[in-house]
């Protein structure tokens, strides 16, 4: 018998393949920057424009800020996505409560978060750290937006910040000596973020979207979930269900392996991984 297994959905596949390096870009892009400010560089002529700053040191420090609230920007995005991709067919949430209320958040990010992590938060065994990370991302959301919209006054709910302060010291630990105080203050004063605020920051968002993917696999019926993927592929590529039934039983098998192998299935076995029977799936689809 022929097994596939899944322990991460296509969408959280996708976030880390947009967001899985970007501290190492910053990284990378911060050193280029400090390269700048202590020797003499000139625009290679391959860039086709000019470069030649008045103040060299002004401009290596604008251009880290710049740096920095663009990589938190780019991490609150790739969160937006990652939680539009749940509730979009085949969808990862199956509760209809919860598509009901995300359905009418619109394109809010910050609602979106909290309606799918106060759901999921009933089912997470690691409440404390998801506390933690999911009030670490909610003061992302909250600073992205300020530093992006001009004017803009958003507040950190106390909820979310009573979290930060009790853990403190926790903060500390987790995120390489963070003074979640200090960035509180920072925040509240509405000064752009710091290097060590911005790596923690999208860490704390790694952490979050990696807790809610594997809650929302673990709870779901994955020979339904299974079937919404091959049906779905169906549709967009306008292929009739008769078809797949005409084939042969190894080549109907052979397709949907192929498929959902599209969607973060694997033959490969892997830890904590969920898994269906592709015998067995051909069974029940046939029943549809």
Request: net charge neutral; glycine share 2%; aromatic share 10%.
């Amino acid at each position: 018998m022929s097994k596939l297994y899944i322990n991460i959905s296509r969408p959280r596949k996708e976030f880390k393949q947009s967001l899985g390096q970007a501290n190492h870009f910053l990284v990378t892009a911060l050193i280029g920057l400090d390269y700048i400010r202590n020797n003499e560089v000139s625009c290679p002529e391959s860039f086709s424009t000019t470069w030649n700053p008045k103040n060299k040191e002004a401009s290596v420090q604008r251009t880290r800020q710049y740096i920095l609230n663009s990589s938190l920007a780019w991490t609150i995005d790739c969160l937006d996505v990652y939680l539009t991709k749940c509730n979009r067919e085949p969808k990862l949430i199956e509760n209809e409560d919860v598509i009901k209320l995300f359905d009418g958040t619109h394109r809010s990010v910050n609602e979106k978060f909290q309606t799918l992590t106060e759901f999921i938060e009933k089912s997470i065994e690691d409440v404390s750290n998801f506390h933690i990370y999911k009030s670490i991302s909610g003061l992302a959301i909250q600073w992205r937006n300020n530093t992006m919209h001009a004017n803009a006054s958003n507040e950190l709910e106390q909820k979310y910040r009573k979290i930060l302060l009790d853990s403190a010291k926790k903060i500390k630990e987790i995120f390489c000596g963070l003074d979640i105080e200090q960035s509180l203050h920072r925040f509240d004063e509405y000064q752009p973020p710091t290097f060590k605020e911005v790596t923690s920051m999208i860490r704390g968002v790694h952490n979050l979207v990696e807790m809610i993917d594997r809650c929302m696999l673990s709870q779901m019926d994955i020979y339904d979930y299974a079937n919404k993927i091959i049906n779905r592929h169906l549709k967009d590529n306008g292929i009739h269900p008769s078809f797949i039934l005409s084939l042969s039983a190894p080549r109907r098998a052979s397709k949907f392996i192929n498929i959902l192998k599209n969607y973060s299935f694997s033959e490969k076995l892997q830890d904590d991984a969920l898994y269906i029977d592709i015998d067995e799936l051909l069974t029940l689809w046939t029943k549809l």
